[in-house]
């Protein structure tokens, strides 16, 4: 699935500086407000969703190599967050859903865990 | 004999939640430059992260030193911090010590240590109370 599909399914809005990371297909998801969950579960390349939201989710998402960042629950992310997305090469979405319906669209729609 | 090592060094802010993990982003960034594996890449930034997190949150910062060798990384963190006072118990999954206010920020669920020792070939925790603590870990590039 790419993150294109994936914004269309979340209804989410799209910040990247680089519109051909919107192609990039991903394979598997983590969904967690817990950094140190994400670190030790999630795999990597995945799309993560979370309702956290401070730089370090981002950096998080970095070193586990992940392209896409979903925001849930209406979060807005700051200039300072899109930033250092943008610096990381990280697609940030922000949509209105909460976690657990963010997570279950795209269950549906085919996006597993490994 | 010593087998030649490229070295470097960083400061890690301990009164700067917002910067926790810079130096795992630059030696990110330094590895790929050296043509690293990406899986070797994703282990040390990973487990190096969680080191310096750890010394934000729990020890007023610290230090981070970087040995890259030809076929080996070595990750060395040390602080001045309270110190460990059961290693083996903070080795365990899900024992933390960090107050609510860490946790709000995504942190503090005991998992860092466990996860350091996962992704890395060799860990070594040496810590005294009221002194600080040594983080070293070694990593077998692939
Ligand atoms: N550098 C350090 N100085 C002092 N205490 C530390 C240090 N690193 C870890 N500890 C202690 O060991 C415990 C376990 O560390 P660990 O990284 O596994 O979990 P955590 O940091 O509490 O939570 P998580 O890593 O899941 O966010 C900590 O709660 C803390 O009590
Ligand atoms: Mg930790």
């Known amino acids: 699935m790419t993150i294109r599909e994936i914004a269309q399914i979340l209804g989410a809005s799209v910040h990247t500086a680089e519109e ?20 030790a579960f999630a795999d990597e390349g995945s799309v993560l969703l979370s309702g956290l939201l401070n730089p370090q989710v981002i950096r998080t998402a970095h070193m586990l190599d992940m392209p896409c960042i979903v925001f849930v629950r209406g979060k807005k992310a700051t200039p300072e967050i899109l930033a250092l997305a943008e610096e990381s090469r990280i697609v940030v979405l922000e949509t209105p859903i909460r976690l657990y319906s963010a997570c279950g669209r795209l269950y549906t729609a085919g996006l597993d865990s490994r | 004999m010593e087998e030649e090592a490229l070295h470097f060094h960083f400061d890690v802010d301990g009164n700067n939640f917002a910067s926790a993990g810079e130096a795992s982003v630059q030696v990110k960034r330094l590895l790929r430059q050296m043509g690293f594996s990406p899986d070797t890449i994703r282990r040390i930034s990973i487990a190096m992260y969680e080191g310096e997190i750890n010394m934000v949150i729990h020890a007023h ?44 920020l995504g942190f503090g669920a005991g998992m860092g240590l466990p996860n350091m020792k996962r ?24």
Do not use: C, H, W
């Open chain 2, 61 to 104: 910062g610290g230090d981070a030193d970087v040995y890259v060798y030809p076929d080996k990384i070595r990750v060395v963190l040390s602080d001045t911090g309270p110190g460990i006072k059961d290693v083996s118990l903070a080795m365990q999954e899900g024992y933390s010590t960090a107050p609510d206010n860490i946790r709000s």
């Open chain 2, 119 to 142: 992704y890395s070939d060799k860990l070594e925790v040496r810590s005294t109370v009221g002194v600080g603590t040594v983080i070293e870990m070694e990593f077998i590039s692939a």
């Open chain 1, 20 to 39: 051909e990371l919107l192609d990039k297909d991903i394979e598997t998801a983590f969904g967690s407000d817990m950094m140190s969950d994400v670190l």
